[in-house]
């Protein structure tokens, strides 16, 4: 099956266009589809058939007795022509009740009919919604499995370096811990600790690359878990500092480091 088919197949157009809810568009999408592809086609008529047994379930017969009665009184043979006025009278009267009762019933059915088809159609629809919350909700998943593995590989690849950085006395209680792979230009950091700042303050994280500092970025409290930072060519250490909210930084200087770490002295 190709992508096509099972991506047609994964959508709720089928179960739309047999609930008649598609549009005109959707509806010519479908109905090729149908045409066009047997695994469609099989798929339609798997849903069909399911609706079918659904509706047999809850349908309702009509009193057999009631039906007899209607039988009967239309199945006297007397001619009407032969009748005298009275006799006539009560004929039509006869008729008449038939009539009424029949078309009694089928009104009766249909209105079952139709409210046997709003409820498949809205119970239908939630199954429909619960599918595509749990496909979402899978999908999700599925993502962050694949992020962790990465990270998981990433963190135990011969080529990457751990560095932990502790903070000074000026945050003592700050540590994070650094994975670099200079072959695969890619770092990450660990945010184990984070001593609470003002509100007007942040921490900043930077490279340190000859006689300048590159900043990689804001850690927050949030950030409590591995992530990614940008890579640096060339770095030779990182820095993190405390610094206002809301200011342009472009460069600081190691004065204003509460942590530290030298990827020289490491190697």
């Given amino acids: 099956m190709n992508d096509k088919i099972n991506t047609f197949l994964n959508s709720d157009l089928l179960d739309k266009y047999l609930l008649g809810s598609t549009t005109t568009a959707e509806t010519e999408m479908v109905e090729t589809y149908i045409s066009k592809y047997p695994e469609v086609q099989n798929a339609y008529n798997t849903l069909q058939h399911n609706l079918e047994i659904v509706a047999k379930r809850d349908a309702v017969e009509a009193p057999k007795d009631i039906l007899n009665n209607i039988f009967d009184a239309l199945?006297?043979?007397?001619?009407?022509?032969?009748?005298?006025?009275?006799?006539?009278?009560?004929?039509?009267?006869?008729?008449?009740?038939?009539?009424?009762?029949?078309?009694?019933?089928?009104?009766?059915?249909?209105?079952?009919?139709?409210?046997?088809?709003?409820?498949?159609?809205?119970?239908?629809?939630?199954?429909?919604?619960?599918?595509?919350?749990?496909?979402?909700?899978?999908?999700?998943?599925?993502?962050?499995?694949?992020?962790?593995?990465?990270?998981?590989?990433?963190?135990?690849?011969?080529e990457t370096e751990k560095y932990i950085i502790n903070g000074n006395n000026r945050a003592k209680n700050l540590k994070t811990v650094a994975y670099i792979n200079p072959k695969e230009k890619k770092s990450m950091i660990d945010v184990v600790s984070l001593p609470q700042l003002?509100?007007?303050?942040?921490?900043?994280?930077?490279?340190?690359?000859?006689?300048?500092?590159?900043?990689?970025?804001?850690?927050?409290?949030?950030?409590?878990?591995?992530?990614?930072?940008?890579?640096?060519?060339?770095?030779?250490?990182?820095?993190?500092?405390?610094?206002e909210k809301g200011s342009k930084i472009n460069n600081s200087s190691k004065e204003n480091a509460v942590a530290e770490i030298s990827f020289q002295k490491n190697k």
């Fill in 75 to 158: 199945d006297e043979e007397t001619p009407v022509l032969s009748l005298n006025p009275e006799t006539k009278q009560r004929k039509w009267t006869n008729y008449s009740i038939a009539a009424s009762i029949a078309a009694f019933i089928f009104a009766g059915t249909t209105l079952f009919l139709y409210t046997q088809k709003q409820s498949l159609n809205l119970e239908n629809q939630k199954v429909v919604d619960e599918i595509f919350d749990l496909r979402s909700d899978i999908d999700s998943q599925n993502k962050r499995l694949d992020d962790i593995m990465r990270q998981f590989k990433q963190l135990n690849n011969p």
């Fill in 198 to 243: 003002p509100e007007e303050q942040c921490y900043q994280i930077w490279a340190e690359v000859q006689d300048k500092m590159v900043n990689l970025g804001i850690l927050s409290e949030t950030d409590r878990k591995l992530m990614e930072i940008p890579y640096t060519e060339n770095a030779l250490g990182l820095s993190i500092t405390i610094e």
